[in-house]
């Protein structure tokens, strides 16, 4: 087992979650905001909810496959498609929780979350310690 790696993995997917997280969080708010004082349309705040939740999305594997080349650790397709699909289903899944004011995704889905990504961390190559850079 390579405990280095899942430790590695799982301070990554936490400090990838807390980011993407935090862009929900400001982003839902900011489109709530825009609903409010805009025009009076049932379309209003749409396209802020939509770039937040893109965003979201898309910053997820590139933090989990940045943070663990960081860390240098290698092989990490799995923790990036793995990690951004599931967390598109999470936030998907708790988009209501996510999307009120003062609103947070539960501790549970976290947990999940932070669980998940870090089995699939520890999913990426062994590393002997005898490769040579060049």
């Avoid at 862009?23 to 049932?42: F, N, Q």
């Amino acid at each position: 087992m390579r405990y280095t790696r899942l430790a590695k993995g799982a301070v990554t997917v936490a400090a990838a979650t807390a980011v993407c997280h935090a862009i929900l969080t400001a982003g839902y708010a900011w489109a709530r905001d825009k609903a409010a004082t805009g025009e009076a349309t049932i379309f209003a705040g749409v396209f802020e909810w939509t770039v937040t939740t893109s965003a979201s999305w898309a910053l997820m594997p590139l933090l989990l496959g940045a943070g663990m080349r960081v860390m240098r650790e290698a092989g990490n397709t799995a923790l990036m498609v793995g990690g951004g699909l599931i967390w598109a289903v999470l936030c998907l899944s708790f988009v209501d929780e996510i999307d009120r004011p003062g609103g947070h995704m539960p501790v549970s889905g976290l947990v999940a979350f932070l669980l998940a990504g870090t089995a699939l961390a520890g999913r990426g190559p062994a590393r002997t310690g005898t490769e040579h850079p060049g």
